[in-house]
């Protein structure tokens, strides 16, 4: 299990980590959600051991990964690019990896270049963006850690790609390999994360979409007789998420209001039909406050 537990980080002066704490357990998908600059890259690197925490800390089945530098082993960053390696080969870069990962699996790192097709022997500086990720991946998963932290893993890279690396990821998670993923491609991540764990300001806000919900916030499309009922709109407890004339796509937060729909069917909308709630949802209730639809 690896618990991150109360970690702080402050870069520049500016706060970026506050108080930050989860678990993970094996064979996990994760998704880290939140807007940009929230913290989420920063985040992986203290929790890969590249950055040192202010205050907390992150530890590997009961030990701190500071204080014991060796378990750090058990957890790898994946950065959107390989900025290290540009001067290596993905052979070369695989003979690096082997001696500082003891777990290093070239069989499967070579199958892998094989079934992204990426060449064994051009520098990784030739790599285009998504070839680079790709690579990154490769490279990632063959060490065998038991926690990959994937930094937008799929940023760049074209569809038919997109389908190989999830597979791949999928494949090490039914294997026990536990992945962390932050991505802004949020109906990819809610189809394969098991967790969401979403951010703002450098916190986790939400620990699941179902923690978050507990079913009590429910998304209808409305459209009204007459004129929409401003009291109705305007509620704390209804986040319009659309508008198109009177037809509204609505969050209704019930468990805040008991009575909000009975209030909803008394101005008897011409139609009030539930819709399947997504992480998207989600995410513009908690981070995008209600500017993105005036
Ligand atoms: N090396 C650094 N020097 C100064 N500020 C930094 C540094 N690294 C991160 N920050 C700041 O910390 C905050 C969080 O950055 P971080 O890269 O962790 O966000 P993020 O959630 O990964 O963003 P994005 O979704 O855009 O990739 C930002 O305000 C960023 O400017």
New binding site residues.
């Given amino acids: 299990m690896l618990v991150v537990r109360d970690l702080n980080k402050t870069?520049?002066k500016?706060v970026?980590?506050r108080n930050v704490n989860f678990k993970l357990m094996p064979g996990q998908v994760v998704g880290?959600v939140?807007?940009?600059?929230?913290?989420?890259?920063?985040?992986?690197?203290t929790m890969a051991g590249v950055l040192t925490p202010d205050s907390g800390t992150v530890e590997y089945e009961g030990e701190s990964i500071y204080s014991s530098p060796g378990n750090k082993m058990n957890i790898v960053f994946i950065p959107?690019s390989p900025e290290a390696l540009l001067n290596y080969t993905a052979m070369d870069s695989a003979q690096l990896f082997s001696r500082v990962y003891p777990f290093f699996d070239r069989d499967y790192f070579k199958e892998t270049l094989h079934r992204l097709e990426l060449p064994h022997n051009r520098k990784i500086r030739q790599f285009s963006k998504g070839m680079r990720m790709m690579f990154s991946i490769a490279l990632g998963l063959s060490t065998k850690a038991q926690y990959i932290l994937l930094?937008?893993p799929t940023n760049g890279i074209d569809i038919i790609a997109n389908k190989q690396i999830t597979k791949l990821l999928m494949e090490a998670a039914e294997e026990g390999t536990t992945l962390v993923i932050?991505s802004?491609m949020l109906g990819e991540l809610e189809r394969i994360a098991d967790t969401i764990l979403l951010?703002k300001d450098?916190a986790i806000e939400t620990h699941s979409i179902t923690d978050a919900t507990n079913g009590a916030i429910c998304k209808f499309q409305v459209v009204f007789r007459e004129e929409a009922p401003t009291v109705w709109l305007k509620s704390p407890s209804v986040h319009v998420l659309d508008r198109v004339g009177r037809v509204y796509t609505v969050l209704v937060d019930t468990k805040a209001q008991i009575s909000i729909l009975e209030e909803m069917g008394k101005f008897n909308p011409l139609l009030m039909e539930p819709l399947p709630m997504k992480l998207e949802d989600l995410f513009v209730w908690k981070l995008g406050g209600r500017k993105h639809v005036d």
């Avoid at 940009?36 to 992986?44: D, E, H, P, R, V």
């Fill in positions: 870069i520049d500016q970026v980590l880290v939140g807007r940009n600059g929230t913290g989420k890259t920063t985040l992986f690197k959107d930094d937008e932050s802004h951010m450098g």
